[in-house]
């Protein structure tokens, strides 16, 4: 069957923030060079992933929103409140 009558859910967990290394200026050879270059590719990794997951989770909640405005109609205001504030 398919799960289109299940009841959404959204998981309610939030990852640890991932520490960043950011260019530190006056360290090394020139102006705005890493301290640790490879720490600082897997920070860039790392946060072009979080942007990739919130981009994603907002794509998501989004289509509930519109899905829940299509089906409910004219009354959309009252009963879409609980999605729309998971949205906004």
């Keep these: 069957m398919t799960d289109m009558y299940d ?3 959204v998981p309610d967990f939030s990852l640890p923030p991932y520490p960043h290394e950011e260019h530190t200026p006056g360290v090394g050879d020139g102006i705005g ?3 640790n270059p490879v720490k600082y590719l897997q920070a860039v990794e ?3 992933r979080e942007r990739q997951v919130a981009v994603e989770t907002v794509r998501l909640l989004r289509r509930d929103v519109i899905e829940c405005y ?3 109609g004219v009354n ?3 009963n879409c409140r609980e999605v ?3 949205y906004a």
Excluded: L
């Design 76 to 78: 959309h205001y009252e």
């Design 7 to 9: 009841p959404k859910t």
């Design 46 to 48: 790392q946060r072009a």
């Design 84 to 86: 729309v504030d998971k």
């Design 70 to 72: 299509r089906k409910e």
């Design 33 to 35: 060079r890493a301290s």
